[in-house]
């Protein structure tokens, strides 16, 4: 299957401050990818929809200026965190849609906001 | 607003009891079924996609089926290596992946 890469895998930060996330795609170009957020034992929730050379879509409810979202190129879409507080603290995890409906999911970046 | 619920919310087994695993959806425009297995503290992994009612997938000890209101995720003989949460979705004619809330599945040796 298709790989999804994250980077980081885990992050800790103090209160305020902005965090970066990447998404790559490794083996396959993806010109639609998504974020989500897993709170603990909880299922994912949809952020956002990234479109390669255009503004992502944001779920009702997810501020855009705080979770910026930038997809560049097809195999890489990176999702900001501004002034971070602890109410961020969570699981975030993209993933790529390939042809077809699948979706290809990275092994995620687990934030700690101080 | 489209849902997809999954029962259990939570399984435990013995090692080499079968059951299955069952995930209902909202019928209307459905596109896919998917079912994702994901581990603690790690992404989702892929395992099935279904389209149409009545279609069969299978890997390993998994077989995955789809009927017109609800799809199933059967575990034959699972060992304690199947133990993780397993997580239906579905896309719709919007093409959001809506998830369940997951069946957090537990074979004990």
């Known amino acids: 299957g298709a790989v999804v890469s994250q980077h980081p895998s885990r992050v800790i930060c103090k209160s305020g401050t902005s965090v970066k996330i990447e998404c790559r795609s490794l083996d396959f170009q993806a010109t639609t990818m998504f974020w989500y957020r897993q709170f603990p034992k909880q299922s994912l929730m949809l952020m956002a929809t990234?479109?390669?050379?255009?503004?992502?879509?944001?779920e009702q409810g997810v501020e855009k200026d705080k979770f910026l979202i930038n997809h560049a190129s097809l195999t890489l879409s990176t999702l900001t965190v501004t002034s971070a507080h602890p109410e961020d603290s969570s699981f975030y995890i993209c993933s790529a849609r390939v042809a077809g409906e699948t979706q290809y999911f990275g092994p995620g970046t687990r934030l700690l906001v101080l | 607003e489209d849902q997809v619920t999954q029962s259990p919310e939570a399984l435990r087994l013995q090692e080499g009891e079968s059951s299955s695993l069952n995930c209902s959806y909202t019928v209307s425009g459905l596109r896919g079924l998917f079912w994702y297995r994901q581990d603690p503290g790690k992404g989702p992994e892929f395992l099935f996609t279904?389209?149409?009612a009545g279609e069969e997938k299978e890997k390993e000890r998994l077989k995955a089926t789809l009927t017109k209101k609800e799809s199933f995720l059967h575990i034959t003989a699972p060992k304690p290596e199947d133990s993780a949460t397993y997580l239906c979705a579905a896309t719709y004619n919007n093409n959001d992946m809506r998830f369940g809330a997951g069946t957090r599945l537990t074979v004990k040796p």
């Open positions: 279904l389209y149409s």
């Open positions: 990234s479109n390669e050379g255009s503004k992502a879509t944001y």
